[in-house]
């Protein structure tokens, strides 16, 4: 009989005994339990989360779209600006003490002559030099390259110095010896003269990214005698990445780093996390000299194929930056919505009410118009307590000057209501709530039919249009609602003293980035048009609210 045999047999022949041991062993079995992995993990590149740890802040710390961010420090005071396309007042300025609360102070772009011919605000860069903001960005498509200046973030801004450098997404870089930079999304380097806006130098292709398509939001960087450039690769969705390079010489040449990207989500790491298309980041050192990472990415109501309605929006991730080496984010380069990280001191801003009544002459900077308003649409005061809206010829669709003012969408599950006086007397007058996104916009409507004032629920997309079936209005006024709950969007209306009725409900893919376009968000507004020559009726808002909730 072998040993192997024999030790078999007299195994066997305990089975008390050992029953016996395991018994007795119940304490050590039980931390077993909790050390040793009872199968294997859901992704074995995705950071281990200590959910014991508290948390500290959650992302997005700018919700709703605020894409393509830049920051800058001034001693204790932080500032952020965005992109923001077609919507005027153009470029909000926020404000922070500790990178996580953020309130909007300003906008870059309030007067239309500053940019008079249209508007179309692609990515932006902030930087502060000897007492002055600099703001420059991409008015694509009609003028090009501009920056504008302020000694007060909150403004007023100056009119628009143009640059004669290509492409988008321009950067500006102050070096130690006076001298100032600027390149933009070709990696093209030029000395600049600030005064004057005068290129001082020949460009210079001083790097070529790492390959990702669509390079885009360089900025340069100075850190223990290195010049660091970073970017964004891959197109601003899934395959969005952060990249970095660096030289002993601002002209170059530039050497990658060996462990880019160092900020994705389209690695296993980041696969089926509720944040994605991670990107397009500026880093700032804080003023205890922790450093600091902001990037854009966005919240998918559908997972797949992924859709996102709301927007690109702000996250805040931490940097880990050593002497002569190079940054690495949040450990692994992924970020999470909810932060377990050590923070500045946390200096929240007050709560803004939910509701809004229109009593204030002035509207509150989060309300935009599409593109140039023609002020004498828009009253405050015309009815004290309400806002009272004109409607134009002009539509929403037609991309030109709509009768419309509305804010961002910032929650994915959110109510948004008004009541609404209107009494239309032609069959062209309407006003109503409406979402809208790069052009696509769902609408609930009043308008007259057949001698009667009606409500409608109308979905336009593209060269679709759905109107639902009419109802009947009875006399005064009509509250109007609308429920998102990620990729759903409920419409509903009530009057008097009733409760919301339903009139349609939506799958939010419809008017999501994925399937509509372009690079911004969902919009609340409020609007009111003549389709086709101006309104005789004019449409009173009593008051707005909006409720957010992340479930």
């Known amino acids: 009989m072998t040993v192997y045999k024999k030790f078999k047999k007299k195994l066997f022949q305990v089975p008390v005994l050992v029953f016996s041991l395991v018994s007795f062993c119940t304490g050590a079995d039980a931390q077993i339990k909790k050390t040793v992995p009872t199968g294997p993990p859901e992704n074995a590149f995705s950071a281990l989360v200590d959910t014991a740890a508290p948390i500290t802040y959650r992302n997005p710390v700018i919700a709703g779209f605020n894409s393509d961010p830049s920051i800058c420090r001034v001693g204790d005071d932080y500032y952020m600006v965005s992109s923001t396309f077609e ?7 926020y404000h922070s003490k500790d990178l996580v609360n953020w309130q909007l102070i300003g906008h870059c772009i309030t007067r239309p002559d500053q940019l008079p011919n249209e508007l179309n605000i692609f990515a932006t860069t902030i930087r502060h030099h000897n007492g002055v903001f600099y703001m420059i960005t991409t008015n694509t498509g009609i003028e090009g390259n501009f920056y504008v200046t302020a000694t007060n973030p909150a403004g007023p801004w100056s009119d628009p110095v143009f640059i004669k450098v290509k492409a988008i997404d321009p950067d500006l870089f102050f070096d130690d010896d006076g001298k100032v930079y600027v390149t933009s999304s070709t990696f093209e380097l030029f000395e600049i003269d600030l005064k004057t806006g005068n290129l001082l130098s020949e460009g210079r292709k001083v790097w070529n990214g790492t390959g990702g398509r669509y390079p885009e939001g360089p900025h340069i960087y100075k850190k223990d005698g290195f010049y660091y450039l970073m ?7 899934e395959a969005h ?4 390079a660096r030289s002993k010489y601002i002209w170059g ?12 989500h389209v690695n296993a790491a980041g696969q089926g996390s509720p944040i994605q298309g991670v990107g397009h980041a500026d880093i700032t050192q804080a003023h205890d000299g922790s450093w600091w990472m902001i990037f854009h990415g966005y919240r998918p109501v559908i997972g797949y194929p992924v859709h996102h309605t709301i927007g690109r929006e702000t996250f805040l991730a931490p940097v880990s930056w050593p002497t002569n080496g190079w940054p690495v984010v949040n450990g692994n380069g992924t970020v999470t919505l909810d932060m377990r990280v050590p ?6 801003f007050a709560a803004k009410p939910a509701r809004i009544d ?17 002020s004498s649409n828009y009253s405050t005061t015309a009815r004290k307590g309400y806002l009272r809206l004109k409607g134009s010829a002009q539509t929403i669709e037609d991309r030109k000057s709509p009768t419309f003012i509305g804010r961002r969408v910032r929650n994915l599950n959110f109510t948004a209501s008004t009541e609404l006086e209107f009494n239309p007397r032609q069959v062209n007058e309407e006003a109503g709530l409406t979402l809208i996104n790069n052009g696509a916009h769902f609408d609930l409507l009043i308008k007259q039919e057949n001698g009667q004032r009606v409500l409608v629920s109308r979905l336009r997309f593209g060269g679709v249009v759905h ?18 709950e990620k990729a759903s969007l409920s419409f509903m209306y009530a009057q008097g003293n009733e409760t919301l009725k339903p009139v349609q409900h939506v799958d939010g893919r419809f008017i999501s980035t994925e ?4 690079f911004s968000g969902l919009y609340l507004g409020l609007y009111a048009t003549g389709n086709g020559k101006a309104s005789t009726a004019d449409a009173d808002y009593d008051w707005f609210e909006y409720v957010g909730d992340e479930k």
């Open 343 to 348: 923070t500045l001191p946390l200096k929240p």
């Open 253 to 264: 040449p530039y050497s990658d780093n060996p462990a880019n990207p160092i900020l994705s």
């Open 358 to 374: 229109f009593k204030d002459q002035e509207l509150d900077l989060e309300w935009n118009y599409l593109r140039y308003p023609v």
């Open 515 to 518: 399937t509509v376009g372009g």
């Open 87 to 93: 919507y005027f007042p153009g470029v909000p300025v």
């Open 467 to 484: 109107d639902s079936k009419p109802i009947i209005l009875k006399p005064g006024p009509v509250k109007l609602a609308v429920q998102g």
């Open 241 to 244: 990445t952060q990249t970095i």
């Open 231 to 237: 970017a964004a690769e891959g197109g601003t969705e």
